[in-house]
Every structure is written in C-alpha cells, then in structure tokens.
C-alpha cells in the first residue's frame, strides 16, 4: 500500500532529526493530521533507535487496534508483523515485531516488570490530553527510568489539544506543531425546548442535520447505554425523512466487534449515508472519513470518586470546551461542515479536561507506587494529598502495604490481578471453592452498577 500524503508528512523529518538530539519532544497535531499512524513508521529507521521497538500508548482498546490495522496495512503486512497491538485480554505481536500499539496500563505493568525497557527506544503516548491515571503514571515512571537507566529513551507527547507550551516546559523539550487539514464548520446551538423530552430533543437534531448537510452525521452520546436508546429514534428519523439513497444507523463504542469496527471506519460509496451514533472513541482516537455532520450532546461518561463505596464511578458529565471543539472539528476533514450543539450558547464549558488522577479513587495508584518503591515521581499534576493518603490507609487495612507503606507479598498478588486492589482482595481471601464466584463478582463490580 503506498504511503499516503497526510498533513504531519512534511514535518516527519523535523521530528526524527529533533528526537537525535533531544530525548523528548512534545507534538501538536489536530485529528486527523496522521500523527498517530505516521510518526511511529518514520521513527523505525532512525540510527538512535539502533533496533529497538517503539511503544505507543493509546487510551482506548479500539483506537489501538485501529492504528496498528492501518500501519500494517499501509506496509503490506497482517498485524502481528513489524506492527502489533497489546491490550487487555488481547496480543497480536510477534518476535518481528517493531511497533506495538499498548494500552496505557500495558505500560505500567511493563515498567514495574522491566524498569529498564530493555529492548525499547521510544515511548509515544498518543491523545495524552485526555489526561488518563495511567497516562500520567506510566509518563512519571517514564521520566524516571529516563533520568536514571535510560538516558537514549526516547518520550514523545502527542495530540491534538495539548496544552503543548506548558509540557515543553515540563519536559524541558522542543515542540513541534502541525496544522492539520481542516475546513470550516458552522456552529449552531440546538437546546431543548421548555419541557422538551431527551429523545424527543435528539430527535429534532437528528431531523436537521439530515436535512441541511450531506455525507454523514456523527452524534456524540455519553455512553452505550444512550446508543442502544437513541438507535431507534434515528432509525425512526431516517424512516420518515431519508430520501435518495440509504441511510445506515450505526453504532460506535470501546465494546464494538472487530468487523464492525473496520466496516466503519472504511470509506463507503458516497450515495450512501450514515448516522453514526458515537461515545467520545469518536472524538480524537479514531478517524470517520465521510463525516460533514456532528450533534453533540455535550456529554461523556468519566470516571468519579463515589465515597459512599470508596470506588470511582463512570458519572455522566459535561464535557469541557476543548472537547467540544474536538467533536466539531470532526465535521470538517474533507469539506466544509456544520455542528449542532444541544445546549444553550451561554453555557460555559470548563476549557480544559481535568486529570483524571484528581477526581478517582487512588488505592491503583498507591498501590502501584509502592510497587515502584518511591512516590518522589515528576508529576505534571500531582496527585491530590489528601485523596493519596485516604488510600494508602485503605491498603494498609487491605494488609497490601504496611505501616511504612511498602507493599507486602499480599499487595503483590493483588497487583497481579489487574483490578481494583478491593476487588483484588475479594477475590484473593476468597474461601476454597468460592474463587470463581468472587471473580464473577468482582467483573460484575467493575464493569457497571448491577442495580
């Protein structure tokens, strides 16, 4: 497959001759630009990279699978080749292979396993603006094992809303910006009307943007649950409104199935339309390539600390102005576009999206930084005190770290489980006999409420 020509491609040499003399670098680049899928290839025959692999750390499950499908094919290969993916419960690589698209706690396990790396000379952490707990962990201990073990480690930020002049500062690196390739999209604001129904409101955008755009509409719901009951509203609008050809109704989300997912995201014949009703996967991870449409609800779901329970919680929320401006700039890749926004021109969004670290439950992080042997990390955001010191005396009353904080064997094993210290511990001091369903309990926990 011949490479194609994306915005980032002139400025693909700036960026491995910045990374020979720097060890950090900070890249700016709007979605779509191609820094996900472009950067990694141009580093491969970098003379600093000596061999090694590249690490790209990617927030979503669905947004690593997506890259590493597109750089395999982009060389002719199958992914688990030179390009490969690992994330939970799921690896597609090989001993040729060069670039592994992980999630972000993939890297954390990998440092607290390997602190050297050995075999790794670049980390690239993809869509670093959405601040994830496992983000800014795994980029504390990059930093770390760069200033101790590994000064030829190569850390790279990257994303499309970077607050890029602050982390160069941070990192003491240079920044590199790309412009990207966008058109302009119309903004219009759609709130709902005195007494007006959810679906009812969803309803009366969806009717407009089919109307009064062509190409493809992207909706941007909070989660799977809102898909599954917006699905039959849209699928009731194209019913009474779609004229000249087909409209599909299609759903987007980290759950989706492989073949779903690449159907989605391949171009289609342009006589056809879709209404793809997305959570926020949409939003910068990956790529729709026929959008010209977007209804934003303004909302997303995130994780929140719920002291009753003492775990975090996936809250509906608004989302901040910078996420905003990353949805509506979906519309606008290949043509001018239009957003329709459901809520009021006044309301004022937070500009910026929070770390995740400061509004969680931290017993992961403190356990993890007990395994790691120090909390005397850079941070560019440090983790709350208080909030810190709450789950360290958790984990103490868990027996997973004693009084000095250092973790136990009984921390340890919990670490290796993968999940909440909490449900880890459930599942651990279960009785002979009753493992299994402690594990059925725990998955239960940490995937939704069961009420």
């Known amino acids: 497959m011949p490479a194609p020509e994306f915005p980032i491609t002139p400025l693909l040499p700036q960026i491995a001759a910045s990374l020979a003399a720097h060890p950090r670098l900070v890249l700016e680049a709007p979605p779509g630009a191609g820094k996900t899928t472009q950067v990694p290839l141009a580093l491969l025959a970098a003379p600093w990279l000596n061999g090694q692999r590249i690490l790209m750390l990617e927030p979503r499950r669905l947004a690593a699978r997506a890259a590493a499908a597109f750089m395999a094919r982009q060389l002719g290969e199958d992914v688990g080749q030179t390009v490969g993916y690992r994330i939970r419960h799921e690896s597609r690589v090989s001993a040729a292979t060069r670039i592994e698209v992980v999630t972000e706690a993939i890297l954390t396990r990998m440092l607290q396993d390997d602190p050297a790396l050995e075999g790794i000379g670049a980390l690239l952490f993809d869509e670093f603006h959405e601040r994830n707990l496992h983000s800014d962990l795994g980029l504390a201990l990059a930093l770390e094992v760069q ?57 009366r955008a969806l009717e407009t943007a089919l109307a009064d755009s062509d190409g493809d509409v992207l909706v941007f719901l909070p989660g799977k649950g809102e898909i599954e009951r917006v699905r039959a509203v849209a699928e009731a609008v194209v019913a009474a409104t779609a004229r000249g050809g087909a409209v599909g109704v299609h759903a987007l989300h980290g759950e989706l199935a492989l073949a779903d997912q690449a159907q989605l995201l391949a171009p289609h014949p342009p006589e056809e339309r879709r209404i793809v009703l997305a959570t926020n996967v949409a939003e910068s991870s990956i790529t729709l390539p026929q ?18 329970s003492g775990f975090s919680r996936l809250e509906t929320v608004t989302i901040s102005q910078a996420s905003a401006n990353q949805r509506a700039g979906r519309a606008g890749r290949t043509a001018p576009g239009a957003c ?51 789950a360290r005396t958790r984990l103490q009353q868990l027996e997973a770290i004693d009084a000095r904080g250092r973790i136990t064997a009984h921390g340890r094993a919990l670490l290796r489980l993968g999940t909440h210290p909490r449900l880890a511990h459930l599942i651990e001091c279960a009785a002979p006999g009753h493992r299994g369903l402690a594990c059925e309990l725990a998955a239960l926990i940490e995937a939704r409420d069961p009420l």
């Open 291 to 308: 959008v010209r449409a977007v209804v934003d609800s303004g909302l997303a779901r995130e994780p929140r600390y719920d002291p009753v």
């Open 340 to 390: 329709w926004r459901l809520w009021p021109q006044s309301q004022r969004l937070d500009p910026t999206i929070r770390p995740e670290l400061a509004q969680v439950e931290l017993s992961p992080l403190a356990l993890e930084l007990a395994a790691w042997g120090s909390d005397a990390l850079r941070w560019l955001d440090p983790p709350p005190a208080a909030a810190l010191a709450e």
């Open 147 to 203: 200033s101790a073990l590994r000064p030829d480690l190569r850390i790279v930020l990257m994303s499309a809303t970077l607050e890029g002049e602050r982390l160069a500062r941070f990192l003491d690196a240079p920044r590199v910006a790309s412009e990207g390739r966008s058109h302009p999209v119309e903004i219009a604001y759609l709130a709902a009307r005195a007494h007006e129904p959810e679906l009812a409101h969803l309803r």
